[in-house]
T-cell receptor, first 114, second 113 residues
Framework: AQSVAQPEDQVNVAEGNPLTVKCTYS??????LFWYVQYPNRGLQFLLK??????LVKGSYGFEAEFNKSQTSFHLKKPSALVSDSALYFC????????????FGKGNQVVVIP | DADVTQTPRNRITKTGKRIMLECSQT?????MYWYRQDPGLGLRLIYY???????NKGEISDGYSVSRQAQAKFSLSLESAIPNQTALYFC????????????FGDGTRLSIL
């Protein structure tokens, strides 16, 4: 079955340090991968996606993600974290072509420490 | 982002009650989705719809029903609510036949006592 795994429950990082949120995937065929962010009392906001092309994908708010086929990973990164980046981050993979259903990971809470 | 609006935002009710959660969108998208979010489980798909006449079950549809009243409106009903349906519910929309992502509403927090 198509799925993603986010191995960490919480990521703590000091403000100004690099931020990495990990995601690994399991799919048959070519993966369509997504990252979303959820702020308190809000819905999920799209950050970026990988469909094809360059392995380094740039998205909103200075985030980027690196697609690594050999390691089946799609880690989210930001060179310098801000306190306002504290939120819940979800990785997702498209599980079927026709209806574009997504399977989400459990989410990672990111805490940026001032 | 008010393009996808969910009502109510919060609801507390009792076991056995019928509940309806509503979702409306101004994005002109044809596809609409209902998810529930539980801590540690991420989001799970309840139902989805490609248009007014096309409704499909997701991975956890038992105990839920939906109605697509118009392209812009997609309602989720709990016919007889039970405590383990306490969760955060999200509606999402998407334009079909594109690579565009799903867009989410701000959610309905539902508590069943």
């Amino acid at each position: 079955a198509q799925s993603v795994a986010q191995p960490e429950d919480q990521v703590n990082v000091a403000e100004g340090n690099p931020l990495t949120v990990k995601c690994t995937y399991s799919v048959s065929g070519n993966p369509y991968l997504f990252w979303y962010v959820q702020y308190p009392n809000r819905g999920l906001q799209f950050l970026l996606k990988y469909i094809t092309g360059d392995n380094l994908v740039k998205g909103s708010y200075g985030f980027e993600a690196e697609f690594n086929k050999s390691q089946t990973s799609f880690h989210l990164k930001k060179p310098s974290a801000l306190v306002s980046d504290s939120a819940l981050y979800f990785c997702a993979v498209r599980v079927s072509y026709g209806n574009n259903r997504l399977a989400f990971g459990k989410g990672n809470q990111v805490v940026v420490i001032p | 982002d008010a393009d996808v609006t969910q009502t109510p935002r919060n609801r507390i009710t009792k076991t056995g009650k019928r509940i309806m959660l509503e979702c409306s969108q101004t994005k002109g998208h044809d596809r609409m989705y209902w998810y529930r979010q539980d801590p540690g489980l991420g989001l799970r798909l309840i139902y989805y719809s490609f248009d007014v006449k096309d409704i499909n079950k997701g991975e956890i549809s038992d105990g839920y029903s939906v109605s697509r009243q118009a392209q812009a409106k997609f309602s989720l009903s709990l016919e007889s609510a039970i405590p383990n349906q306490t969760a955060l519910y999200f509606c999402a929309t998407r334009m079909g036949r594109t690579n565009q992502p799903q867009h989410f509403g701000d959610g309905t927090r539902l508590s069943i006592l």
